[in-house]
RNA sequence: UGGCUGAUGGUGUAACUGGCAACACGUCUGAUUUUGGUUCAGAAGAGUCCAGGUUCGAGCCCUGGUCGGCCAACCA
């Protein structure tokens, strides 16, 4: 995306500001570190759009890096997914790295540092040292085995690597400060024992670095200027820093952590380990389910790496927490395939429409549009015939006049045919419709020329001939989770969110025979439904499809479906995920919030303002309000809520006292007429 | 009783060294339309968490608060 941003997100700034600062854009590089423990979800397509991203704004190469240390995790088939992903989403890595390709070079610094009396082996139990970590709050303790010798801890360090220990057992910590205010300072762990072979190096190691001891140091090895990562990882920066420190040539270059927020969709998760518990626990069929925000499952489901990084680029990069609201990607989805799906026909809830004056038996073959959005895309064959499947909400008996479909006595266009006009119904007993009987205007056909094929009549539907249609599997999604932001609740697990009716399966769709030769992947328009793709359960006599997304659709707004999925929310009762909503804001700040913009108003929206200040002032306490009686003078609006408040507790039995005179008299006194008018009925003592 | 960090319409982001708060999604009108889609025209919606200060002028600077997030894995 060359996208001339007007303005860079602040990672891009900073990037700039170094190339400014005299940074050779030559030593510009960057990565993309990855664990192979789980598929890359729409969180890490930021991260990669970031960091490709830059690399391509600058001719600079970005390595893929798998941070692959921890073998009880990690498979080569996140290895592989991984990379079909990212290549999927449009970038090239410059180098296909590991961190397993570091650990001698980990492990000779390792030596290094114990010799330099920087680190030191400790055997107790995992509970013990966390014993003498301390708290956040309070400082740490050293344990027993601090202060060993050099020699005995490359003695002891030797012995781990040789597999001598069992695992868990030993450990090798760095030697840094157990009081730091940073937890992650009190000496971290360096190496642990995991006798588990490992997806590249086998059981070549039995010792393994932890995370922080090797993401620097990798970087430091790739020569990464820029290594980017998310907000959770600030803390760990100091430890980055320190651990250069110990081993940095000052003639190469320094990597530097930056850290940007990870992002959240709406109505979802985005961590491995709850995606995986959604896999292992078969809510979903597996890391690609369309239901997924995984990047396969966001493939297989229909949507295009254009969209996802146009999501990307709208969705912007900065340092707060935040949820997207899903609605940006389904736009972002919708953009794309417009100017790009297929147009074809397909009924999903069949009812039979017969055209009683259309020859019985006759067959003919329309033309029927492939894209209106791009006059180069031709035109495709569409058979006709008297007897059609319509989507059965397209037909009512009584339509009413802002019903613009198909109704008893009215006309609509078969879409790429007939005009016709409903004249009659079979039902069964229960009175649920088996026919509708229709009369065509056979001089209407579409394109003829004629003026009846030209005349403007108020619906438009989709059909397809019975005859010739040919049947398929379709599978509609919803929202995997019933909650905006499902992993949020300190109370609740984000699985009791979890949305019964996310997957409505059409085991018979009927579809128009030019879809016959669809393979998977293929992405058309349903008219009037939304966008599909060929599923990869599709076989040879059965074709499977997937929604992508529904089209806009202003007609279901006004008409809230009988049991209604919670698509497009209106209240947001909660929204602690966010850290957007100031939680339970307090009666007084929200009066403030109120006041703030009192003397803009008028009107209605002025009594509307004085009543919720007047209802949230029952829940305020004397001692809150009074320190707003020192509000500065210009600052109107706060006094008049101060003043409506003060009148409100004043009836409630609030006893008079100099500070409150005063506040009064100064409101009296004030030039702004809205306040002295509320000081007037205060100081009357009479409510308003 | 700690450290780090953040706060701008319903949502996500902008606002170069202080200068009329902008863009996108969403929402609502209207027009066009052989998709109740698309497109086009328009509207509503925030005075920037609160208070104090500096300044001719503050979303940006200073002080003090409030509220949120992260930090005590032999995970990354």
């Known amino acids: 995306m060359t996208e001339e941003s007007a303005s860079l997100n602040f990672i ?54 798998f941070d ?46 114990i010799k330099e009396g920087k680190a030191y082996v400790d055997e107790q139990s995992a509970e013990v040292m966390a014993a003498q970590k301390g708290t956040p709050t309070t400082p740490g303790v050293a344990g027993p085995h601090r202060d060993r010798t050099v020699q005995e801890n490359l003695d002891l360090f030797e012995r781990m690597k040789a597999g001598e220990f069992e695992q868990g057992s030993y450990v090798l910590r760095a030697k840094i400060d157990m009081a730091s205010p940073n937890m992650l300072m009190r000496d971290p762990i360096l190496y642990r024992i995991v006798k588990k072979a490992h997806h590249r190096t086998g059981t070549d190691w039995v010792i393994y670095p932890m995370y922080d001891w090797t993401h620097g140091e990798s970087d430091y090895i790739e020569q990464i200027s820029h290594s980017l990562c998310t907000l959770e990882f600030k803390p760990h920066r100091e430890l980055y820093d320190w651990f250069l420190d110990q081993i940095i ?27 995986l518990q959604l896999v292992e ?99 495709h064959e569409l058979p006709f015939s008297g007897e059609l499947y319509i989507e059965r909400e397209d037909f009512k008996e009584e339509g009413g006049n802002k019903f613009f479909r198909l109704s008893l006595g009215n006309e609509v266009r078969l879409k790429s045919a007939y005009i016709i006009k409903g004249e009659s119904v079979v039902k069964d007993t229960n009175g649920t419709i088996l026919e509708i009987h229709c009369t065509a205007d056979l001089d209407s056909k579409s394109g003829s020329g004629t003026e009846a094929s030209t005349r403007k009549v108020k ?28 992993d949020s609740h300190e109370d609740k697990n984000f699985m009791e969110f979890v949305n019964p009716d996310s997957l409505k399966v059409i085991n018979e769709a009927y579809l128009e025979p030019f879809l016959k030769e669809a393979s998977v992947g293929d992405k058309f328009q349903f008219q009037r439904l939304g966008y599909f793709t060929v599923d990869k359960d599709s076989t040879a006599d059965k074709l499977v499809f997937n929604k992508t997304v529904g089209l806009r659709d202003s007609w279901a707004k006004q008409n809230p479906a009988p049991a209604p999925t919670p698509q497009a929310s209106q209240p947001k009762p909660t929204n602690q995920g966010g850290g957007q909503d100031q939680g339970q804001r307090s009666a007084l700040n929200e009066i403030q919030k109120i006041a703030k913009k009192y003397t803009n108003l008028s009107g209605d929206k002025l009594e509307a303002a004085r009543t919720d200040i007047a209802r949230l002032a029952e829940e305020v306490s004397y001692e809150e309000l009074e320190p707003l009686f020192q509000t500065a003078a210009k600052k109107v609006g706060t006094r008049i809520g101060a003043m409506i408040t003060l009148g409100v507790l004043l009836n409630k039995g609030q006893a008079r006292n100099a500070e409150i005179e005063a506040f009064i008299a100064a409101g009296l006194a004030d030039e702004d007429a809205q306040l002295v008018e509320e000081a007037k009925v205060v100081s009357s003592g009479l409510p308003k």
Request: glycine letters at 6%.
């Open 281 to 379: 626990s078969k809510t979903v069929t597996g890391w690609d389910d369309p239901r997924m925000p995984t990047i396969s499952g966001l493939r297989r489901r229909g949507y295009t790496p254009e969209s996802i990084r146009h999501f990307s680029d709208l969705s912007g990069i900065s340092k707060r927490d935040s949820v997207t609201d899903v609605s940006l990607l389904e736009y972002c989805i919708r953009e794309d395939l417009n100017k790009t799906a297929t147009r074809v026909m397909a009924v999903l809830d069949p009812v039979k429409l017969v055209i009683t004056n259309y020859p019985a038996g006759k067959t003919e073959i329309l033309e029927a549009e492939n894209n209106p959005e791009d006059p180069n895309s031709g035109t």
């Open 249 to 275: 040539d000052p003639t190469l270059l320094r990597p530097r952590q930056r850290e940007f927020a990870r992002r959240n969709l709406s109505y979802t998760v985005m961590s491995k380990r709850k995606l």
């Open 12 to 65: 891009e700034q900073l990037v700039a500001d170094d190339l400014a600062a005299g940074f050779p854009s030559e030593k510009l590089r960057f990565r993309f570190p990855p664990e192979p423990n789980g598929y890359l979800h729409i969180g890490h397509a930021a991260s990669i759009c970031l960091n490709f991203g830059l690399g391509e704004q600058h001719q600079a190469p970005v390595n893929l890096r």
């Open 459 to 486: 619906g438009t539907l989709h059909w397809v001939s019975i005859p010739h249609a040919i049947k398929a599997e379709v599978r509609e999604y919803d929202r995997l989770f019933l909650e905006e932001a499902p």
């Open 68 to 113: 692959d240390t921890n073998p009880a995790k990690e498979e080569q088939e996140y290895v592989d997914a991984i990379k079909r992903d990212i290549q999927w989403l449009g970038f090239q890595w410059a180098n296909e790295l590991y961190s397993s390709d570091y650990f001698q070079q980990l492990y000779d610094w390792a030596l290094q540092l």
